[in-house]
């Protein structure tokens, strides 16, 4: 038995992501972000609304973006909850921000996986904007790299945003093998 739901449009678990940036004076921010993703093999595309970070990324140029993990689920959530245009988010987080090498925004250290984007496209979609940041340089932690130099999601254990049910669950379990298991069907 199936039932409508209507136009219901978070059924399914959305990454999280830290997007960093600086203000114009040079302050770091950080913002949860769930509405976006990789659109090319070196683009990912950000919506944002109105908020500090929007303001932030449309002066600089430029965005970092770092996958959330499960180590890091409290200062994740809380760069969600705050607004860097009443409060400091960098210095409240205890984290460290760091100054990108490639872009003019900054990384947080402890999250183990950044990417550095320099920002290509802004569109305007119905009062929120959508950033396509192109990956001028991806920054990893050693740690969660394979014995191939790849990065191991199971080590990193990143989490996603059950919009459902309003909790984060970690990614990890392997269920089979990408252009493998569908060749059972050819």
Known sequence: MKKDLGSASELFPQSVFIVGSYDEAGVPNAMNVAWGGACTRNEIAINIGDRKTTENILAKGAFTVAPADA????E???FGMATGR??????????????SAHVDAPVIEEFPLTMEC????VQDWGGERRFIGEVVNARVDEAILDEEGRVDFAHMRPIVYDSTRRIYRVVGEEVGGAWDAG???M
């Open 118 to 121: 320099i920002v290509r496209d």
């Open 71 to 74: 180590a890091h689920v409290v």
């Open 86 to 99: 009443t409060v400091n988010k960098a210095e409240k987080s205890g984290l460290t921000f760091v100054r």
């Open 76 to 78: 994740a959530d809380y």
């Open 183 to 185: 060749r059972v069907l």
